[in-house]
Protein backbone atom coordinates (compact mmCIF):
# COMPACT_ATOMS: atom_id res chain seq x y z
CA UNK A 1 0.00 0.00 0.00
CA UNK A 2 1.07 3.45 -0.85
CA UNK A 3 0.85 6.11 1.48
CA UNK A 4 1.69 9.88 2.12
CA UNK A 5 4.22 10.77 4.77
CA UNK A 6 3.88 13.91 6.25
CA UNK A 7 7.36 15.37 6.19
CA UNK A 8 6.67 17.09 10.00
CA UNK A 9 5.08 14.17 12.21
CA UNK A 10 6.44 11.29 9.57
CA UNK A 11 2.10 9.77 9.71
CA UNK A 12 1.53 7.99 6.97
CA UNK A 13 -1.54 9.88 5.40
CA UNK A 14 -4.00 8.32 2.12
CA UNK A 15 -2.80 9.72 -1.02
CA UNK A 16 -6.18 11.98 -1.12
CA UNK A 17 -5.22 14.02 1.65
CA UNK A 18 -3.91 17.55 0.98
CA UNK A 19 -3.10 17.90 4.94
CA UNK A 20 -1.92 15.78 7.57
CA UNK A 21 -4.57 13.64 9.76
CA UNK A 22 -2.39 13.54 12.70
CA UNK A 23 -0.94 17.14 12.97
CA UNK A 24 -2.65 19.44 9.94
CA UNK A 25 0.64 20.06 8.18
CA UNK A 26 0.49 20.70 4.05
CA UNK A 27 1.88 17.29 2.91
CA UNK A 28 3.60 17.53 -0.29
CA UNK A 29 2.71 15.65 -3.42
CA UNK A 30 5.95 14.29 -4.73
CA UNK A 31 6.36 12.73 -0.83
CA UNK A 32 5.87 8.68 -1.37
CA UNK A 33 6.77 5.85 0.66
CA UNK A 34 5.78 2.33 1.14
CA UNK A 35 4.55 1.04 4.07
CA UNK A 36 5.82 -1.77 6.11
CA UNK A 37 3.49 -4.84 5.64
CA UNK A 38 4.71 -6.60 8.96
CA UNK A 39 2.80 -4.29 11.09
CA UNK A 40 -0.89 -2.57 11.21
CA UNK A 41 -1.32 0.87 12.07
CA UNK A 42 -4.41 1.51 14.96
CA UNK A 43 -4.98 5.04 16.08
CA UNK A 44 -1.32 5.81 15.03
CA UNK A 45 0.28 2.63 16.94
CA UNK A 46 2.38 0.23 14.65
CA UNK A 47 0.65 -3.14 15.64
CA UNK A 48 2.76 -6.22 14.73
CA UNK A 49 0.83 -8.41 12.28
CA UNK A 50 2.07 -11.71 14.37
CA UNK A 51 0.06 -9.56 17.56
CA UNK A 52 -2.73 -9.91 15.66
CA UNK A 53 -3.02 -12.88 14.53
CA UNK A 54 -2.03 -14.62 17.80
CA UNK A 55 -5.34 -12.42 18.63
CA UNK A 56 -7.43 -14.41 16.42
CA UNK A 57 -6.30 -17.89 17.21
CA UNK A 58 -7.37 -17.12 21.04
CA UNK A 59 -10.64 -15.71 20.19
CA UNK A 60 -11.38 -18.80 17.56
CA UNK A 61 -10.14 -21.09 20.35
CA UNK A 62 -12.48 -19.43 22.90
CA UNK A 63 -15.44 -19.62 20.76
CA UNK A 64 -14.61 -23.41 19.49
CA UNK A 65 -14.34 -23.97 23.38
CA UNK A 66 -17.85 -22.35 24.52
CA UNK A 67 -19.56 -23.56 21.45
CA UNK A 68 -18.55 -27.30 22.65
CA UNK A 69 -19.52 -26.68 26.59
CA UNK A 70 -23.26 -25.72 24.78
CA UNK A 71 -23.34 -28.74 23.06
CA UNK A 72 -22.01 -30.62 26.46
CA UNK A 73 -24.72 -29.11 28.12
CA UNK A 74 -27.78 -29.73 25.10
CA UNK A 75 -27.20 -33.16 25.30
CA UNK A 76 -26.64 -33.50 29.52
CA UNK A 77 -30.26 -31.97 29.14
CA UNK A 78 -31.48 -34.57 26.27
CA UNK A 79 -30.45 -37.32 27.90
CA UNK A 80 -31.46 -36.08 31.58
CA UNK A 81 -35.60 -35.72 29.95
CA UNK A 82 -34.99 -39.06 27.91
CA UNK A 83 -34.28 -41.07 31.69
CA UNK A 84 -36.93 -39.19 33.71
CA UNK A 85 -40.10 -41.20 33.06
CA UNK A 86 -43.71 -39.18 32.56
CA UNK A 87 -45.95 -39.43 34.68
CA UNK A 88 -49.74 -39.97 33.96
CA UNK A 89 -52.65 -41.35 35.96
CA UNK A 90 -54.08 -44.82 36.01
CA UNK A 91 -55.97 -44.97 32.22
CA UNK A 92 -58.29 -46.85 34.05
CA UNK A 93 -61.44 -44.71 35.57
CA UNK A 94 -63.66 -47.29 36.62
CA UNK A 95 -60.80 -49.50 38.36
CA UNK A 96 -58.31 -46.87 39.25
CA UNK A 97 -58.30 -46.54 43.12
CA UNK A 98 -58.99 -42.78 44.32
CA UNK A 99 -55.53 -42.65 46.81
CA UNK A 100 -53.71 -38.86 46.54
CA UNK A 101 -50.52 -40.91 45.31
CA UNK A 102 -49.89 -39.99 41.46
CA UNK A 103 -48.30 -43.85 39.86
CA UNK A 104 -45.24 -43.74 37.24
CA UNK A 105 -46.00 -45.64 34.57
CA UNK A 106 -43.13 -46.15 32.05
CA UNK A 107 -44.91 -47.61 28.33
CA UNK A 108 -42.85 -49.05 25.27
CA UNK A 109 -44.12 -49.76 22.35
CA UNK A 110 -42.63 -51.47 19.74
CA UNK A 111 -44.27 -52.04 16.00
CA UNK A 112 -42.97 -53.78 13.03
CA UNK A 113 -44.27 -53.92 9.75
CA UNK A 114 -43.66 -56.79 7.16
CA UNK A 115 -45.32 -56.07 3.77
CA UNK A 116 -45.57 -59.19 0.95
CA UNK A 117 -44.89 -57.96 -2.49
CA UNK A 118 -46.08 -60.15 -5.23
CA UNK A 119 -45.38 -59.33 -9.10
CA UNK A 120 -44.76 -55.68 -7.86
CA UNK A 121 -47.90 -55.28 -6.04
CA UNK A 122 -48.34 -55.41 -2.05
CA UNK A 123 -50.45 -58.42 -1.66
CA UNK A 124 -50.39 -58.14 2.24
CA UNK A 125 -49.25 -55.91 5.15
CA UNK A 126 -49.13 -57.29 8.32
CA UNK A 127 -48.27 -55.09 11.58
CA UNK A 128 -47.23 -56.58 14.48
CA UNK A 129 -47.79 -54.29 17.70
CA UNK A 130 -45.90 -54.93 21.46
CA UNK A 131 -46.73 -52.75 24.17
CA UNK A 132 -44.90 -53.29 27.42
CA UNK A 133 -46.07 -51.21 30.35
CA UNK A 134 -44.39 -50.98 33.68
CA UNK A 135 -46.32 -49.15 36.64
CA UNK A 136 -44.12 -48.11 39.76
Known sequence: MVERICPACQH??????RYCGACGGPLQPDALARTDTTAIVIA??????????????????????????????????????????????????????????????????????????EQGNLARQVVEKHVWRKEE
Open 12 to 17: GNPLDN
Open 44 to 117: GQHVPVAQIKQVGKVLAVSLATVAAEVGVAWLRRRADAASTPTVRPPTSTLAAPQNDLVRNTVTIVSQRVVEVW
